[in-house]
């Protein structure tokens, strides 16, 4: 899956050129590679480690992401905590993924599914606190009824599975995951996506207009800055 990344990064170096490039086309461990070296050659902004972090996140490495979404909260301050919080959900929830997944192998026994769970969890609050941080914030509003329900289904499964008799678990154990439970209500802004492990297409369009609008703001007061420093020269 891709998303176009806030192209107002293209201002601040080849390094972070080339990583919007390359997550454009898809190649998301390269972007994160790119957008890495960028940090390394300059004081990283906050809109410079949340591109890090998207990167990072498509490229399945949901820890890395986690990290730089921290430091771009760090670096932006309190007006970053909801985009920070948005992504650590969306890490969280690619981990619950893949914890279930590997529940699901013969003789993996009761860990997986509780370690499941717990991403699962946590993808809810921090969902949960991203609301929390403006008015209305539809595409966390759905990820975190999505979470809630995915909690729900989890412990129903792990319940299941537990109270199954011996000879039917390795039926259940060997049997492919059921999907998730679908989004409840009708979707405010768009259709979600109907692979729920997908990230929300709209989510990741409204984080990337925050973006750059942080991004145009920092460069207008930069170069009112100037403007005044030459009048003042003359």
Excluded at 48 to 61: F, I, Q, V
Excluded at 117 to 126: C, D, F, K, P, T
Excluded at 189 to 212: F, K
Aim: charged share 25%; aromatic share 4%; net charge neutral.
């Amino acid at each position: 899956m891709r998303h176009l990344i806030w192209l107002g990064a293209l201002l601040l170096g080849s390094a972070t050129s080339a990583g919007v490039t390359a997550f454009e086309d898809g190649r998301a461990d390269e972007a994160a590679t790119q957008f890495s070296r960028a940090v390394l050659e300059c004081e990283p902004s906050a809109a410079l480690l949340m591109n890090l972090a998207l990167a990072e996140l498509h490229a399945g490495h949901p820890e890395a992401a986690e990290a730089s979404a921290e430091r771009a909260a760090l670096a932006g301050g309190p007006a970053w905590y909801g985009e920070r919080d948005f992504l650590l959900g969306a890490a969280a929830w690619q981990r619950s993924m893949r914890l279930e997944t590997r529940a699901d192998l013969p003789g993996a026994g009761p860990d997986p599914f509780q370690a499941a769970i717990a991403a699962a969890e946590l993808a809810r609050e921090s969902w949960k606190r991203a609301c929390m941080s403006r008015a209305d914030w539809p595409e966390a509003r759905r990820n975190l009824e999505r979470a809630i329900l995915r909690v729900r289904a989890l412990k129903k499964r792990q319940e299941d599975r537990e109270n199954a008799p011996t000879s039917q678990r390795v039926v259940q154990v060997t049997a492919p995951p059921p999907p998730p439970p679908p989004t409840t209500g009708p979707a405010p802004v768009a259709t979600p996506p109907s692979d729920p492990g997908r990230l929300d297409e709209a989510a990741i369009a409204a984080l990337r207009a925050r973006l750059q609008a942080a991004a145009l703001e920092k460069r207008r007061v930069r170069m009112a800055t100037r403007a005044t420093s030459a009048t003042e020269d003359w």
